[in-house]
Nanobody, 123 residues
């Protein structure tokens, strides 16, 4: 089982930026997982926002394209989410997660989650 610990959340004004980090540890085999960022707001289901495939290719939800960037530092075993041009609709609890394949990510079938880190964007 992979252990995931998110950090980097906080409160920012609209137009600001944050970088989220996710420390990866545990039973992790390089190239065995899709790594992803999800978010959830009260009363809504968790939604995928960005995914990083085995080959380094990325996939983004339409509402974050051009603003958010997912990346991974294998030497540090850390997943990142750079978030720019934040707006109040981005306020949510953000999670990193794993999935077996990009199809399972698209279907909302995730394997491991962290505890989440809160992002609050004020207008």
């Amino acid at each position: 089982q992979v252990e995931l610990v998110e950090s980097g959340g906080g409160s920012v004004h609209a137009g600001g930026s944050l970088r989220l980090s996710c420390a990866i540890s545990g039973g992790y085999r390089y190239g065995s997982y899709i790594f992803a960022w999800l978010r959830q707001t009260p009363g809504k289901e968790r939604e995928g926002i960005a995914a990083l495939d085995y080959d380094g290719s990325t996939k983004y939800a339409d509402f974050v394209k051009g603003r958010f960037t997912i990346s991974k530092d294998d030497a540090k075993n850390t997943l990142y989410l750079q978030m720019n041009s934040l707006n109040p609709e981005d306020t949510a609890l953000y999670y990193c997660a794993t999935a077996r394949t990009i199809d399972e990510y698209d279907e909302g079938h995730y394997m491991d989650y962290g505890q989440g880190t809160q992002v609050t964007v004020s207008s």
